[in-house]
C-alpha cells in the first residue's frame, strides 16, 4: 500500500469535502471526512476494526460542522490548510513517526486523536476508539516499513513532507519540464492576482 500517495488523495478530497461543509480552510474534520472518502487508508480500517459506524460517525460530523451553504464556486480557489492541519502533519511527522519514518494515515489519525479542534475527536472517542491500539497498530506499521521509508527520508531535502507531498514547480520551469501555456492570458493574469495577494494567495488550477 501506497501511504504517500493515500495522503495525497486524502488532502485532495479534505479540500473538497471542507468546499462541501461551506469552509475556506481545511480542518481536522474535514481531513477525516476524507479518510472516510478514500476508506481503503489503514487509518479508517484501524477505526473500523474498532467496531464503529463510520457511517454514524459521518453524519454526525457533518451535521455539527456543515454551513447552510457550501463554498460558491468562485470561491473555492481561496481555500487554504488550517493552521491546525499544519500541526497535526507536524504533530503525525515529530511525535508519532518512528525514527524519523515517513508519517501514514495511522500517525495523522493519531495527531488527530490528540488535538483539540474539530468534533471528530470526542466522536471517535465516544464511539470506543482506544488511543493506546491506535499507538501500538502505528508502531507495528513503523516496524514493517521502517527499512523502505529511511533511505527515502536521506533523499529528501530539509522539507521532507513538502518534498514528499508536493511538487516544486518553479524547480521544474527552471529546468524546463513544463509544457508552455497556451491561449490562457485571462487565467495567467488572475492567476499573478492571486498570487500577489497578502491572504488567500493559495490559487488552484482545475483542468
Known sequence: MDERRDIRIILNFAREEASRMGSLTIGADHLF?????LGSCDAVKAVSAAGVDLAAVKRNIEAL?????????????EIEISDQVKEIFEAASTRFARGGAQPGTLHILLAIMT?????TRDLLLDAGVDLRSLVNMASVADTSTESEIIPKQAETGA???????????????????????????AEIRKLALILCRRKKNNPVLIG
Request: charged fraction near 20%; proline fraction near 12%.
Open 33 to 37: 471526512l476524507g479518510m472516510l472518502r
Open 65 to 77: 460542522i456543515a454551513a447552510p451553504e457550501p463554498v460558491p464556486f468562485d470561491k473555492a480557489g
Open 115 to 119: 488535538s483539540p479542534s474539530g468534533v
Open 159 to 185: 522539507q521532507p513532507l513538502l518534498d514528499e507531498y508536493g511538487r516544486d514547480l518553479t524547480a521544474a520551469a527552471a529546468s524546463g519540464q513544463l509544457d508552455p501555456v497556451v491561449g490562457r492570458d
